[in-house]
């Protein structure tokens, strides 16, 4: 379910519809989601007389964390701890969260080290190294496969080349698939998975305004969260991590952002863009709509059931808010007519050259495999519930581990056991009552697409209604137990394709069907990547290397100006401060979600009111940079991203630096807070050394 | 807007899918939503030793009331006095409302009759005559016509009753189509658009327990509001109207409800029931959801945004609460295949006798049917905005009204034309920030129907993304202005045809697709029409005449007993008391939605605690017989139906009474509150005279 709703998609940035008319090409210096290993350094110097080392560089990726959950972060000691925002935290402290302790709303605070709480599922990568093996993964691929064979071949070859990677270097290795297939780049990280939870303040500040100032500035929020990651059961001793540099992050500075960008659509041609504006998003949004509106009914139920979906539900607010804005954007009839004249100028461009005027047949690929999407968009045979996606992955499990390991499914390579057993085994709690409702309402959601007359949704139902099917199912399975998942995983191939629990029995029955569509997902895909692997080679050839691939939840470098801005007659500041907080409040009659929490209106007297609280700059983010160190020409931290502006909504396909911004929390007003609200002097002490 | 989220049809009752299964025909003793002309007197006199007579029958009917916008009510004295449901005035309550004294939520009491407030466009009507004019429509049509044809000639004879009967007898005549196209009779209504406003009580008790408690039971809710009619300036003078029996609704009574079920589907083949199961209530359900999500974000920004868009969400969360419990009903294998089994039985009979085997071709042209229908779901050419309603009201009225009144859109018929007026006309508040935010989403709900390359989508866009162009077409109209829509229609076909007002030219722009869509449904409806003449003609000839016709908004007759019940283990009493209000609220933390109004904590020690409050009974009703009365053997006032419990929802499809309740208020609650809550003795007094 994460994976359909996940947070790390929601925070989405960049490009303004009216901008992409009135504003040219030059005007967009700070352009880019660069990868480390091709940061665009002549355009640094000429635009900011700024020229990184390598030193600097190498010392601000190590400094750099992924929370694979979905979301970004930073070293920031040496004795492991690590920043990041609320709401990236979020699932985590609900997962943490019981009735009588719900960390979520009311924070945390460990006193001393021995008191920091084992968090039951994150794990945390540092990217250590990154290699080309475009050629190596392209050899695999012969002229004469089908798509299918072709992404079978790409597969097993992407999936040895993993786990030779892994053996040699006991590091996790993915093999990074960017430019839409155009390069293929190995990324080697060191996994953290004893994370354990530090600080974090009340939700109350962290989502202050809540979804009414989601995507909006200014904000005065303090979105953050302190973990520490752990080896060998003490703090890991951690050699590249930020310093501080609380003065810093002032109007005009150049910043830099290093992150995980998830997803962009940039280098989608007009056909994909069509379909997702035409088709797929406002399935989404439908989807979206219709699980925020479940959530919500499910907590008007008693307190206890809203604590229990209050991060699910804010999680797929955030994300319909944001698809709310990309859809808006690509609903611009100036957007894509831009977007069609840009491909027939450079398509005729390739017309002039013989030997590239083949490329120009990917853009007759990529409109058929769309057809071919729309045509499988409902036809999926899974079930989007936290209990069924564990019975999936034991089921599929039993019969992907009598297989070498490059012709399994792909998250049932070796190299990938380790994070696979993580989610499958994760301690965090599971709700019957939940998931009894989102199982109804998923069963009922098959029938939508499928129509109740499908065989595959008959054998679903099992000739109940889906409330009733869904009461046994939830009420027969043993699932709910980690200890019953590991010993089922445990007992091998045999004993899970003999289980008898009726989750597992509903996924075998699902399986055929489901492997039926996943095989033609990929086979899309593979016939896309292909096509994309040409028009790269067309935007090389054409506009040179400085091209940057789309978003792909691997480490970006992003960089732009702290600057304020103005729209609609009215002038936003670069900065809010912490006092600003509580003219806002009373702005808004301190009526929820506009509430402080009773620890800030304790320590007002005690803080610094002009203490910089939230920022905004330039920088080209999207969903997945939430919690993002912002860093100064010194490398040294003056913030930490955590939300762009509703204009910057559109980054996910245009990138324009007009009104679009990318918000974040100033690391002065971290500190400050630490300071004089949360009684952490001892923390922030500790940052930065 | 109204007809697409009628409130009228949100209160949806009568049909558990377990119930279908394990209860029997001859148990659902009380099913039927009765003809006043064919009351099934055998079956209450073998069930109930209930004999009516014309009197008792003619007594109740002209005391009762339909409310056009969506309702029911009946009259309570003498002098005019209409009682009806909150629920059902709060579209009248908000229409009255200001941000300065909002009626709706703190309700309203006219101390004196000067002080009552008449209402912007409510349409009253009293049910006078029913006469059967099936082969008289039916003459009109003859077998060589096409489908188009035969709507078209159908549509005009329908148009001449109505026109002779209203110029006979000054009464608003409607012909309505029984039984899908079975049987046309004509109504004859006294119509009252003089309606002030006389009580209301506060929303928080009115609508105690929010979103949450709707549909449920046990209930605490004084849904209750008092209007006026007026002739010519004065209290209209009323012969037929209820006497009060506050002592009535114990259980085991049999009691009686006259009101106007808008809309069931029992008729419907299972090809029928399955469109609307795969196709049609799951996009009606995703723009429930869609608008509910919309206008839960408009109103964050503000208390007067709140203000402004709670009547509608309140009515959009009761239509998808409802259509979930529908939609569940009828996602249930047993019901389908019972259905199925039904019908086989049937045709099988049918085949038996050769005058009747011809009538099984129903079926297939109710199938042929449904495929169209699917076809011209997302191809609707018109927005669901109250400014745009107005623009294309006036724009179609251009050139219908060179036509003769038989020729038109029904809507536009000579006979209507005043009630079309009261609509066009009415001077309810239309507000711009409002309608831009409905504007552009429908505008964008127009491109996820048909995609943006539609040539209609590129015409109503105007080269503007859906949030531009909505703030553009609200910032050109004029039609906010009720004397501009009046200047409009007055000036004339020409004028109209010429108007450079945006919405107007939208609407111009949209009409030939408009039409040609219309047109099409009305053929594929004319088409169901001879096929279910044919179904019943085949129900009459096997099952006899106990037979009722599906709901039509017009008045109907239900009976049942009043009567507690069991449900997974819990019980429900037959009534609750006014002291049991304040329990549930203490139960409930005193949170919203269980806060109630500080008028009920004042008067708590003045009223009587056990004073009956509301009650359950198992009569066959469904949304828009809101507002029902309820009454007893003698024909007096023992209640108001204002609800039906969860487990009635689909009695759109199949009735049962194992445990699906009509919730009614009862009738000494009502005076009791009047009298002791809200110092309206006088109207208590004056209730029954």
Redesign the interface.
């Known amino acids: 379910m994460r994976s359909f709703f996940r947070k790390s998609l929601a925070l989405s940035v960049v490009f303004s ?2 901008a992409a008319v009135k504003f040219p090409a030059e005007s967009r210096a700070d352009e880019g989601m660069w990868l480390f290993n091709s940061v665009p350094k002549s355009q640094l110097k000429s635009n900011h007389q700024f020229e990184p080392t390598q030193e600097w560089l190498d010392h601000l990726m190590l400094s750099s964390v992924r929370f694979n959950s979905g979301g970004s972060a930073s070293f920031v000691s040496s004795q492991g701890l690590v920043l990041t925002n609320h709401h990236v935290a979020s699932d985590t402290l609900y997962k943490l969260s019981t009735p009588e302790n719900n960390y979520n709303e009311n924070g945390f605070l460990a006193a001393t080290q021995a008191e920091e709480i084992k968090t039951p599922d994150l794990e945390l990568n540092q990217l250590i190294s990154i290699e080309d093996v475009t050629s190596k993964v392209n050899e695999a691929v012969k002229s004469n496969m089908t798509a299918q064979e072709a992404a079978k071949a790409r597969q097993a070859k992407m999936a040895a080349i993993e786990k030779e990677s892994l053996d040699a270097s006991g590091l996790r290795s993915d093999v990074v698939t960017l430019f839409g297939g155009g390069r293929y780049h190995l990324y080697r990280y060191k996994k953290y998975t004893d994370v354990r939870l530090v600080w974090a303040p009340e939700a109350k500040t962290a989502f202050f305004g809540g ?2 100032d989601n995507f909006e500035y200014p904000r005065y929020c303090l979105d953050v969260t302190l973990f520490r990651v752990y080896e060998n059961g003490k703090p890991a001793q951690i050699d590249h991590f930020l310093k501080m540099d609380p003065k810093g992050a002032r109007e005009q500075d150049l910043v830099f952002v290093s992150g995980n960008p998830g997803r962009t659509r940039r280098i989608f041609t007009h056909d994909a863009i ?1 379909f997702q ?2 088709i797929a998003l ?1 399935r989404t ?2 989807l979206l ?2 699980r ?2 479940l959530m919500q ?1 499910y907590g ?2 008693g307190p206890e059931q809203q604590r229990r979906s209050k991060d699910d539900l804010f999680g797929i607010q955030n994300s ?2 944001a698809s709310t804005g990309i ?3 690509i ?4 957007f ?1 007519a831009n977007k069609k004249k840009q491909e027939a100028e450079l398509i005729q461009s390739l017309s002039k050259d013989p030997k590239l005027a083949p490329l120009a047949k990917a853009w007759d690929q990529i409109r058929d495999a769309q057809v071919k999407r729309k045509e499988y968009l409902t036809k999926g045979a899974s079930l989007r519930s936290q209990l069924y996606a564990k019975a999936e992955m034991l089921n599929l499990m039993a019969s992907e581990d009598r297989k070498a390991s490059g012709d399994r499914l792909r998250e049932f390579r070796d190299s990938n056991r380790e994070s696979l057993e993580q989610t499958l085994f994760s301690k965090a709690p599971i709700y019957e009552d939940l998931e009894r409702v989102v199982l109804a309402d998923e069963l ?1 959601r098959l ?2 697409d499928r ?3 499908d065989p595959l949704v ?1 054998a679903a ?1 099992a ?6 099917r869904a009461t046994e199912l939830v009420a027969g399975t043993k699932l709910i137990d980690v200890e019953e998942r590991r010993k089922i995983a445990a007992a091998g191939t045999q004993a899970i394709s003999e289980s008898k629990d009726p989750l597992i029995v509903l996924a075998r029955s699902l399986e055929s069907e489901y492997r039926r569509v996943r095989e033609a997902t990929e086979s899309i895909e593979e016939q896309e990547r292909q096509a994309y692997a040409k028009v790269t080679e067309a935007k090389f050839a054409v506009g040179g290397d400085s091209v940057y691939p789309d978003a792909t939840f691997t480490l970006r470098l992003a960089y732009g100006k702290v600057l304020g801005y103005e729209t609609e007659g009215k002038s936003f500041p670069a900065q809010t401060t912490l006092g600003g907080a509580f003219e806002h409040e009373k702005l808004h009659l301190t009526k929820d979600p506009w509430v402080l929490p009773t620890s800030w209106h304790a320590a007002r007297d005690k803080m610094n009111s002009d203490t910089p609280f939230n920022f905004v700059c330039t920088a080209d983010i999207i969903g997945g940079n939430s919690g993002s160190p912002v860093v100064s020409r010194d490398g040294a931290m003056v913030g930490i991203i955590f939300d762009g502006n509703i204009e910057s909504l559109t980054a996910d396909y245009y990138y324009t630096d007009n009104v679009s911004r990318a918000v974040a929390v100033h690391i002065a007003g971290v500190l400050e807070s630490l300071r004089t609200i949360y009684g952490a002097s001892h923390l922030a002490d500790e940052m930065g050394r």
């Open positions: 519809a009216i979804d009414a069509e504006r035409d406002p949004m439908n709509r219709r925020e509106v009914q008007l139920a319909r808010k859809l808006l954007g609903q611009d009839p100036s894509t009922s029938i939508d129509g109740a007359n008959v139902l000739g109940k209604n889906p409330k009733q």
